[in-house]
């Protein structure tokens, strides 16, 4: 679905699957540990991409690259910094779409912008591969849960730390009553998807594009947030093309108070549903608790204070606070978001509504090359002569 504004659209939402919700078995391409996480791995993903698969087959041949022979789910565990997140990795079955809000499985919290999504299809489609899984967050069943314990207890597949002191353990999960359970724990459940929304929305270009074959699956991990919840964390942004003082009256205007502490007051006060903007200069934090139809401090700064905004800025986002307070400058106002709560992802699949554009972190996300999906080595049709994943 198409939204913001006449003519051709600025962003879109994606669709859904309809229910119910399945994750298919396929053939794990992994990495060598001394290739995830390795910088250098990042030349082997590169342009052309048409020649990905053929990189990656070298690599095969000199031992860095293995593809199972036999299709699984995978149950992956990766812990670093202390945080420990387990999930199911599996194919998303994508080859139907949900016709109501009753059916939808997947909910994004954010749009996404369609030439990105028509850049990303386009290379995995060159590629023939899923590099990487989105990730999906749901409460999970209990059974599942209980599954994935009673899995745990057996010796890992794999188990390694990469190159970014990620340590990882990998179950192959191919008994049958195993999959069952799986299958019938995840057919009802709600998820939202936490990391991925353009790749998943790729995907749905390609298993258009390509119904009836292996595009019909896109490589997904699910992660049960009452087991292993990620952390949510903050992303920052500076408005350029505005000042301190539009900002200021823009929340007064809307009914929030603006107030200028020093700097060190500034970022103490910083957290819960207050926010703090800087322009390099001057400081000033703003409450928006107050604001009439509250919902969350990132949704009330683009949905209620930029619109007051005499034009609205171009943004740029950060991860660090250091990078954001960096940017800050002439004519450029840099915004510290204080950390979503963990119930804000319920709150947005229970209201069906959107987040601002890059609102939340989901983190850790797991290192690149663990777990990757060859739809070439999944397609019915003859394998070219140099694909020999």
């Not at 996404?112 to 749901?138: F, K, S, T, W, Y």
């Not at 934090?285 to 401090?297: A, F, I, K, Q």
Request: net charge negative; glycine share 6%; charged share 20%.
């Amino acid at each position: 679905m198409h939204v913001n504004g006449e003519g051709p659209p600025a962003v879109e939402v994606p669709a859904s699957p309809a229910r119910p919700f399945r994750l298919r078995r396929f053939r794990g391409v992994r990495l060598s540990p001394q290739k995830v996480a390795n910088p250098a791995t990042a030349r082997a993903f590169a342009r052309p991409y048409h020649h990905v698969a053929r990189r990656l087959a070298e690599w095969q041949a000199e031992g860095y690259v293995q593809l199972d022979s036999e299709p699984a789910l995978y149950l992956h565990e990766y812990s670093v910094h202390g945080m420990t997140i387990r999930g199911l990795v599996g194919g998303m079955d994508l080859s139907s779409r949900a016709a109501t809000t009753e059916e939808r499985v997947v909910f994004p919290h954010e749009a996404v912008h369609p030439e990105q999504a028509d850049e990303l299809a386009d290379r995995m489609h060159e590629m023939g591969l899923n590099p990487a899984p989105i990730l999906l967050v749901h409460r999970g069943p209990a059974d599942v849960r209980a599954l994935q314990a009673e899995i745990m207890r057996q010796v890992p597949d794999h188990e390694f730390t990469d190159r970014a002191d990620q340590h990882h353990r990998l179950w192959r999960i191919t008994t049958p009553a195993h999959l069952d359970t799986i299958e019938a724990g995840l057919a009802t459940s709600t998820f939202m998807i936490a990391d991925g929304h353009h790749r998943y929305a790729a995907y749905l270009r390609l298993q258009e594009s390509h119904p009836g074959t292996a595009w019909d699956r896109g490589l997904t991990m699910v992660v049960d947030q009452d087991d292993t919840p990620f952390f949510l964390g903050a992303i920052h942004r500076t408005f350029v093309g505005t000042s301190l003082d539009a900002l200021a009256a823009a929340a007064q205007a809307a009914g929030a108070t603006a107030q200028f502490p020093r700097a060190e007051a500034a970022l103490q006060a910083l957290g819960g549903t207050t926010w703090i903007a800087t322009d390099g200069d001057r400081w000033m934090s703003v409450d928006t608790s107050e604001l009439p139809g509250h919902s969350s401090p990132v949704e009330d700064l683009h949905h209620t204070l930029v619109p007051l905004l005499e034009r609205e800025p171009a943004v740029q986002h950060h991860h660090s606070v250091e990078d954001a307070i960096k940017a800050a400058g002439l004519n450029s106002v840099s915004i510290l978001l204080p950390a979503p709560d963990h119930g804000l992802p319920d709150r947005i699949m229970g209201a069906i509504r959107l987040l601002p554009e890059k609102a939340t972190s989901f983190q850790p996300k797991p290192s690149l090359g663990v777990l990757m999906r060859s739809v070439d080595s999944e397609l019915m049709t003859p394998l070219a002569p140099d694909v020999v994943l």
